[in-house]
């Protein structure tokens, strides 16, 4: 396993204003970039994503590139390996509030799940 990957998102998505989840042209998405991230998990014991010249990053955009990680991997596993070194007070917080929005949807499949299932 290599050290560290570093990613800035802003050579990755070619734009400074992000939003939206997918891309219908395939030009780089949020989804692209969860995808990219879940490539390289295994592969490195620490990824770290920069976010300098980035402008602005919609809820829809946080949650599909990053939130959606947790579906694969819990917070602690998140937290021991992604890093967000130059994030902004700011970012910071609406990435919390994504996370806590996507840690509500897991669960609430979760117990629909279990409900269906008799669990």
Not at 27 to 50: D, Q
Not at 65 to 88: G, M, R, T, V
């Given at each position: 396993m290599e050290n560290e990957l570093v990613v800035s998102v802003y050579k990755f998505m070619g734009n400074d204003m992000l939003s939206g989840r997918t891309s219908e042209d395939g030009?780089?998405?949020?989804?692209?970039?969860?995808?990219?991230?879940?490539?390289?998990?295994?592969?490195?014991?620490?990824?770290?994503?920069?976010l300098d010249s980035?402008?602005?990053?919609?809820?829809?955009?946080?949650?599909?590139?990053?939130?959606?990680?947790?579906?694969?991997?819990?917070?602690?596993?998140?937290?021991?390996?992604?890093?967000?070194?130059?994030?902004?007070?700011?970012t910071v917080k609406d990435l919390n509030n994504a996370f806590k929005i996507r840690l509500k949807i897991i669960q609430s499949k979760k117990s629909k799940d279990e409900d269906a299932f008799g669990l």
């Open positions: 030009s780089p998405s949020a989804e692209s970039f969860r995808k990219h991230i879940l490539e390289n998990w295994n592969r490195y014991e620490r990824i770290s994503i920069t980035i402008v602005q990053m919609t809820r829809p955009f946080l949650d599909e590139a990053f939130a959606k990680l947790l579906e694969d991997h819990s917070l602690d596993e998140f937290n021991q390996k992604i890093h967000f070194p130059d994030a902004k007070e700011n």
